[in-house]
């Protein structure tokens, strides 16, 4: 046990008007929202890369954090285990989420990489044991260690797509093992700096195969969470395989996997990619593929990732609209990909920061699901697209072009348009918010 | 015929270093490279829309061309296509591309509007009998008139879906009848303007089904054209569904059509998308979907379409060595979306920005060319590759995770990073620029 | 009168809870906020521009909105006026504003336009004699004719200065004779779609030349209220030379109006600029030149001006808290420089869009309002700041260089970082929210 | 004398056709352009940190190059500067650039890494004595070290200031001391991440008033060169106070420093403000403030500074063109703020990638000298601003409005616009490259 939190007490809800900082003003677990707690609902996940190994570097500045379980060992990382089920403990987190790289030292070798995360996992294993929090996803670190800089599985040497292979049956191993939920693929380093030096054909199918390898080994150790895609557009490559939704969609279509694999959608990645992060989620909701959300927020005047904690809760009431609509999360949830800003020293600063944005998914969960429930919203949708549900309608869409061109002739057809009526529906959203 | 382009002769072939302003200084015609002349390289189409119709409006300020042809009647229809064909014979274009709208009056009904485009047809037809110019593409303007304002297929209202339909399947006659090598459907309110009022589901399927429906009646009529789809992420909407590349293959794989449909890629759309591009076309040709290209430039620093006249040959040149790699233009061509500055207003500025175009596109295709024939810079990519044929390399992606582990730990695998040499790759194309 | 609006009752405030769509749930003009009703905080003004003559149009697509005055003659104007004291009294709207060439048509000559500005702003003086609404600004719309492509003050013909010096006489005329607070200056076409023919250098000092015109025309004729720049960077203009705060600043210094001229900042310009909305207030704020404030909101996702009415209060609250600091509005005040979507075709939606606009602003001045009041956040920020009240900190600022250093040397000065606590004032907000 | 550019022999100019990768094709030092030779008007400079220091690293990735001098030591930081004077020497480079933080190791307290510069100065000192290279400008780095995080100059703690003081004091008699013609303050850490915690009036104040004592040290200690500011909107800061050139400009004039100052103008940094680099350009030659330029590019595609080598000369070119325009450089140069790809493992990389950019800036000067010289683009520049030249035009602008009022009636002035012939200028600038 660490004294890092020394005097940092569970935080507990206490509604919105306490003056307690370290109280939860909107997220009570056992508030029950359309049938469900609170905390079922949201699946909150802490994030080990952001909250336990991330040092405060950034492109023009090294490390600001000074924490006790910096260092290469495995003392230190059994430290920076401990130090992880504290903050866990003290935020109530029913779930975490880390890579291979975040919780052992580096070897000198694979073998020896892979015998330190043995190691931690079991180490981690016993934590879980002794403690309410689970593993929500694993994931390995293909992106760090200048071996990658050219790719994982799309690199152009084939001793990394072998490596890279090697490492993440291992970290499927270890996920599998400590009864992780799902299984998260990020290519961060799965896309290219320039086409000049590129085939972008080969390296394409070779990520499609890796997929496919990926996926029958879970099949055969008897994996029974859900593997996930976590797109994203650029950053650290110039452009990223895993673009956006419809990009990773395309690239299940091609390769059969669009029944397999799932998605793991961030916020940040979508405003990245042009999007908004409840197009994405829409988007996957139709294509069948939404699975887990990475929940932060991207500065809209910045261009590069900036993974903050959520502070907006009516943006992120149209997230978690989309969620519901979805059907909610089954083996996903809500994992927080945030870091903490390179000034906030603290070790309050790390418990306040998931604070806040855990009360902001809450607050936001709360609004959406009250809309939903009551339902106007999807009445207007439903009023807005009746006319296909008028006769002859539907019935059109399997006509060939020139029965219908005859019927807009014969009837002298004239479509009158119809009010969007945006204003009044955001209005609307901003009832319940 | 008109006097409106008075005194400006066929421009025609001078040399870089004429300095002469009506004359080309890199488009040669006839010039051969790679086997095949230089006209039937880049198989230049004008636009019609943007060199005749546009008026020179944009959202702060209304028209400032004045041209003799503008006004609602069929006579100044006819009086435009006059100008259009002394413009494609000034520029000696081989090809133009016109939507309906562009062309022909815009009746009180549909079938007035029908009536209308067959007229004007039949008068482009004429032209085109007695001249060079030939159709590169024809395509149905869905989204400048009020009753496309929620979309055409996508609108929620069915009577728009048949009035497009109707609309689509006209103007695929007309091109039909006008020998086009190509029809484009480019989806500009196929889109949302807010998701709260959408059914995103619904509309895609819709707009799968168009898709699909205009496929069947191409068959047909044996239509031996490519049908093509623009892609452009945003604007007119907020979000289009066309959005890029990788999007619309998702789309045609939902729907079975993509070995029915290619792709009319645009520098402008590619660069909103968040792309280059190079990489559309590369991704593009990789899919098998490579089409056509609609020829502009964006302007890097405007958040919006700005459809200008490309002059930047090297970015140029990355493009076209991405056509020359997916084999050239077959049906497609070199289509200038492009349109001249509000404060453009002079006759010779309509032919000279043209001629710009022209040559930039030229000497971009020369000097891809000469680097795809020398083949540096294939040499190069396939070294990097090279360890992919290797002994034992390609049969590790048959074989499952845990041999590869086996392997990695057996043989202690520890790859070691190669300079991906992108500087040196730059130098080499500046060295053909 | 017409009957437009018919069945629209003017809006009440009625609460957070009403379940009717047609009142306020948090502007309530009467209620007292820091000393002072809110409706004399907001000073809320409904744009002529948007919400009596937008016609629905977009770069891709007409006019969708059908309004019984649009057109281009005198009782038009009369009628457009008539509907917008109608629309005024059913938002019980304090103010509005107004370009000349949205209430007048357009003269064949300067002096008809002139003669149609003085009757209709005759007619609006009747009206403002019989109504609540003022006039908070008035401008003159020097971006639309053609006249104007080239730019007004910075056009390269001086006929064109000199029409727009006329123009800006009449407008500024217009304006004092209904007791406008503020004359607005926008320079839409005041910069350039390419260096290549642009004198930046002489095209800067015609508009700072200018601007001394106007100020100095404003002193004689004793107009009492504000001359305001509104900075926007780009659009229509590919660049504006009034970029924002900081550029509009530094031009007011270069000419001696620092004192003389303030800013209208807008939402989303400020956006487009690469600022948010609250860096632009607090940095006039800083400099002395804070006026009024256009609120609108820009679509983070698209890169043009997309002017949607406000809807997400905690941005809005941010915004309203450093017009709190700045001391409040004095002749300035929330002008809705917001237009409908264009499918947004309904009289209610004309209606609702503004109630919602309004409801968004009430709510986030409240919380802006509590927050100042209780004054954590500023306390916060003192703190922050506390040492450079100690002993010799401020004294440092006079000592020379050399000095500092030995007082280091000898000190071994070795500073140590403290947190910045940026997500606890986060939370913080989030609290009042 | 280090073996790490074993083999590789001073870059020749060997002309446009050679197909020697390490030869200048355009680079030819002593051509004579415009009565000066092209290194005189180039005046190149290699910056150390990107081409000594860097190590490869990126936000989501470690070090990559293996470089014999990396490590923290002295005996390292005297490798470096062999390695980086033979690097110069390879290139033929008149200039370099460096921070202090490149050279010296940092010490545990201020006096030793003063200690730590003054001996590394010696020994550059004592490497520039026998060897061509000078000194462009020296720097000092006060944004890596957790220090820093909360600014410099605009620390909330006051000994951040003094620190701060000491250390642009100690860098700035170092630079004296080796001579070099200009010193560069770069305010990375001089903005905000956040507005909630920061007093930007007290923190503009503190950076004017640090900005005057630090011109006050540079005459006291006879410093002939150029003190200049690096303006940088964002990153690492999500606000720099030095956000571009006109608010560079405005706080100048605001400390009384706009004859005292001048400007170092990024590429990237350009495009990350929004603008072009030859906006910046012009607008600094303007404003009188033209001082260096950083040379480089940043990828249209990415949202952050990405520090490349140019090798688009046609842009370069426009740049260039603008330079020409303010007369050359005096006492600034072109430094190339430009980095290795870190997938650009090898000396040969290192080496070629200057080749590259010092080639692309050659054959844009060359180009835009001859077209400068030759005249056309100034001549129809001109012509468009004749007007200015009638009578009557220049006295308007000492007019009164109502007098020009009084004349536009009079004369019933009806301006007609004319071409602004954007495209033919377009292919005017194609002309020449
Ligand atoms: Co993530
Ligand atoms: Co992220
Ligand atoms: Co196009
Ligand atoms: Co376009
Ligand atoms: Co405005
Ligand atoms: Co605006
Ligand atoms: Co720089
Ligand atoms: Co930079």
Redesign the pocket.
């Known amino acids: 046990m660490t004294d890092f939190f020394k005097g940092i007490a569970p935080i507990k809800y206490e509604g919105p008007e306490t003056t307690n900082e370290f109280a939860f003003r909107h997220y009570d677990p056992d508030e029950v929202i359309l049938g469900k707690r609170m905390e079922d609902h949201l699946r909150f996940a802490v994030a080990y890369w952001h909250s336990l190994a991330y040092e405060g570097g950034d492109p023009f500045g090294g490390q600001t954090f000074l924490r006790p379980w910096f260092g290469a060992g495995m003392d230190q990382a059994k430290l920076k285990a401990d130090a992880a089920f504290e903050l866990f403990d003290i935020l109530g987190a029913p779930f975490y989420a880390f890579h291979d790289l975040d919780a052992r030292p580096e070897g000198a070798t694979f073998a020896e990489s892979k015998r330190n995360l043995e190691e931690i996992t079991d180490y981690l294993g016993n934590k879980q044991a002794s403690h309410k929090t689970k593993l929500l996803w694993g994931t390995a670190n293909m992106f760090t260690h200048r071996r990658w800089m050219s790719g994982a599985a799309t690199n152009p040497d084939p001793e990394v797509y072998a490596y890279a292979a090697a490492t993440v049956k291992a970290m499927l191993d270890a996920t599998h093992k400590l009864g992780g939920q799902n299984y998260v693929l ?1 290519g961060g380093r799965e896309g290219y700096e320039t086409l000049l030096n590129t085939d972008l054909k080969a390296e394409r199918a070779h990520a499609g195969r890796f997929l496919q390898q990926v996926v029958e080994y879970a099949h055969k150790i008897g994996f029974k969470g859900s593997i996930l895609i ?1 797109p994203k557009p650029q950053e650290p490559s110039k452009h990223q395989y895993d673009y956006d939704v419809a990009t990773v969609y395309s690239f299940l279509k091609d390769f059969g996997l669009e029944k397999e694999v799932k998605l793991n959608i ?1 916020q940040g990645h979508a405003i990245l990619a042009g999007h908004s992060f409840e197009h994405e989620l829409a988007l996957a909701n139709a294509l069948g593929i939404f699975g887990s959300i ?1 929940m932060n927020r991207n500065d809209y005047q910045s261009g590069w990732d900036t993974d903050q904690f959520p502070n907006n809760h009516p943006e992120m009431a149209l997230a978690y609209y989309e969620v519901l609509r979805a059907g909610g999360f089954t083996t996903g949830g809500t994992n927080f ?1 945030a870091k903490l800003r390179r000034q906030s020293l603290d070790p309050a600063d790390l418990v306040l920061s998931h604070v806040g944005g855990m009360d902001t998914c809450a607050r936001a969960l709360r609004a959406a699901a009250y809309l939903f429930e009551d339902g106007p919203l999807e009445a207007a949708r439903k009023a807005r697209y009746a006319g296909w549900e008028r006769e002859g309608a539907k019935a059109m869409l399997a006509q060939p072009l020139e029965a219908i061109e005859k019927a807009v002739l014969e009837n002298n057809i004239n479509p009158q348009p119809r009010s969007g009526r945006q204003e009044r529906l955001e209005n609307l959203w901003n009832h319940y918010l």
Chains 1, 2, 3, 4 share one sequence.
Do not use: A, I, K
């Open positions: 990020w976590e961030e990475d990909d």
